[in-house]
């Protein structure tokens, strides 16, 4: 013990270096997570708050609002991860006919884009090319004879809009990681397909794609473990009062009762239940992945 | 390879990419071309042109000239700058010590890393932190903010356990301590990760847009993306429209709303456009290797 000791006095200095980190997450980490237990008190502006129990969950789960906030969530969430998640990878299997060209390379660069621009630069650009009068797509949908349509105030589309600039934005990037499996696929390998006749559909089909399982399961479950995170700066700039309820998820309900409102108890045990499922997602995600990759999150 | 003439298939696949690369590629380009047209012919832009009608600064000027638009110009260089620097410096500091061998109280260390790394802290309880330590509405609560990521860190340490301990070995023998280390060998040597992971909070720092609009509350302390979403989502006029009365008295036609949207939008792309060949040379090639490793 006293050997321990010694040890932390000779390293003293490295302690100190420690501090200014471990302060900012004492800070901004472990103390708003005590601060979670408003959720449990009645909130006073004056006075001591005063322990309610369960109330605020009780009523949160008797809020139509916030089953509707919840399911909101959830759809918007699961669509995206099951719509979005095959298309890096069909975009890395196109992207790898091509070999180290200058063509290659131009779309790489480009699609990299979108993925480095805030959410305001995207509504602004996507209310541009959305635009029914001056907006690209709609002056498609008119060459081909069809009335115009403002996309962005029509509840059936709303989650679609959502959907398709969350891909806009991610697939170039999310394609990484797929490409770098493929570049480790042995050449060996292929030189042993050709010798046997195979053409290049099979060597996609038998050798790529089965070297991308792996990378694709472990992306597949750990977009899983943040089911409850739909977007918020997304929807934040995407939303509008004609499709509000039809996006309305849990971050957005608890900024707009908590700080909006100042029902500060109400929106915590709001925010309380929504990480506490996040974090038996991740960790479960992250157990499953370990299982069956030896890769975990961490 | 032997793939490498021209099919069909290949030229089918090739033009897919094109037109999915094009979606990408035209709308931004588009904001640039409108952000620079001159005024009296911005109106006649279609939507996938990419080149200029005509050629002006007039819109940049107008928008730069509005004193809340350079006041929140400002606000979020001096954030990216300031939060950038101290972030790659402590993430940077404290990888280091966590890679020192024989460090007493590691494994507990990593494990309350981990325990960040997978709570979040929510809204309500983040704003209460700055209401109580008096960093609301004030630009350094946006410095502070999210100023060390737990993956980043990891990430780093990764990078210094690579640094050949014989090295650091040599300078103890000289008498250099821990903070002369740190200076001299570590931070120069880990020079490329350093740019990785800063770009990555400058980017992030920049960007951010929800939090700054809830700790920054006075017109003051706007930051650009704040500004930003004021003129696209609420589609509040107010402040351009006030720049646009400077202008008319200054006897230029009047202006495009949409093409002083396209000139803030160009002013708030701009810097990642600069940033963006380290991004590409150093990130996209560290997760390229990262993923061959694994």
């Known amino acids: 013990m006293s050997s321990r000791l010694m040890q932390m006095w000779k390293d003293k200095m490295l302690y100190i270096m420690l501090v200014p980190a471990f302060a900012y997450f004492i800070i901004f980490h472990i103390w708003p997570i005590f601060g979670m237990k408003l959720a449990f008190y009645e909130y006073r502006i004056i006075g001591d708050n005063v322990f309610v129990g369960m109330k605020y969950f009780t009523a949160l789960f008797n809020t139509p609002v916030f089953t509707n906030v919840l399911m909101n969530t959830l759809i918007v969430s699961a669509m995206k991860i099951v719509i979005i998640f095959p298309l890096p990878v069909i975009f890395a299997l196109l992207l790898n006919e091509f070999r180290n060209g200058r063509f290659r390379k131009s779309i790489q660069v480009i699609s990299y884009l979108p993925h480095f621009l805030s959410w305001v630069v995207i509504a602004g650009i996507w209310f541009e090319f959305m635009s029914p009068s001056t907006g690209i797509v709609n002056g498609i949908i008119q060459l081909f004879g069809f009335p115009a349509h403002d996309f962005l105030t029509d509840k059936s589309a709303i989650r679609w809009i959502l959907v398709l600039s969350e891909a806009w934005r991610s697939i170039g990037w999310d394609s990484i990681i797929f490409l770098a499996a493929i570049i480790g696929i042995s050449p060996s390998l292929y030189e042993a397909a050709y010798v046997d006749g195979a053409n290049r559909w099979h060597i996609v089909t038998k050798i790529v794609i089965p070297h991308l399982y792996i990378p694709m399961v472990t992306i597949f479950i750990l977009n899983i473990g943040f089911l409850m995170n739909a977007g918020l700066d997304q929807i934040l700039n995407f939303t509008n009062d004609a499709v509000n309820s039809k996006i309305d998820i849990i971050d957005t309900y608890v900024y707009r009762i908590g700080l909006l409102n100042f029902e500060y108890s109400f929106a915590t045990a709001a925010s309380l239940f929504k990480s506490v499922i996040g974090v038996i997602l991740v960790l479960s995600t992250h157990f499953i992945s370990k299982k069956l990759t030896s890769k975990g999150a961490w | ?294």
Not at chain 2, 18 to 24: A, K, P, Q, V
Not at chain 2, 184 to 202: D, E, Q, S
Request: aromatic letters at 10%.
């Open chain 2, 1 to 294: 390879m032997i793939g490498n003439k021209i099919t069909l298939s290949k030229l089918f696949i090739g033009v897919i990419l094109s037109l999915l690369t094009l979606t990408m590629f035209v709308p931004i380009v588009n904001m640039f071309a409108r952000a620079f047209s001159s005024p009296d012919r911005v109106h006649l832009l279609q939507g996938y042109e990419i080149l200029p009608r005509g050629f002006s600064l007039i819109h940049f000027q107008v928008v730069l000239q509005n004193p809340i638009v350079s006041q929140a110009l400002f606000n979020s260089l001096f954030i990216t700058i300031v939060g950038t620097v101290s972030s790659i410096f402590l993430t940077t500091v404290t990888a280091y010590v966590l890679t020192r061998k024989n460090l007493v109280g590691k494994t507990p260390i990593m494990v309350f890393l981990i325990i960040i790394m997978i709570f979040e802290p929510g809204i309500i309880q983040e704003y209460m932190v700055m209401k109580d330590i008096a960093l609301l509405d004030n630009l350094w609560a946006m410095v502070v903010y999210r100023l060390v990521n737990v993956y980043y860190l990891i990430i780093m340490m990764r990078f210094i356990e690579e640094i050949p301990e014989s090295l650091i070995e040599a300078a103890k023998i000289d008498g250099a301590g821990h903070m002369k280390l740190f200076m001299r060998i570590v931070l120069p040597l880990a020079r490329v990760p350093l740019m990785t992971i800063g770009m990555f909070y400058a980017v992030v720092k920049w960007n951010e847009f929800f939090k700054s609009s809830i700790f920054l509350s006075s017109k003051d302390n706007t930051v650009l993306q704040v500004m930003l979403r004021q003129f696209i989502v609420e589609r509040d006029t107010s402040t351009l429209v006030g720049a646009a009365e400077l202008l008319k008295n200054s006897g230029v036609a009047q202006l495009d709303f949409s093409a002083l949207k396209a000139a803030t939008i160009v002013i708030a792309i701009v810097p990642i456009l600069m940033l963006y060949p380290i991004i590409l040379k150093h990130y996209t090639g560290g997760v390229m290797e990262g993923g061959v490793k694994e």
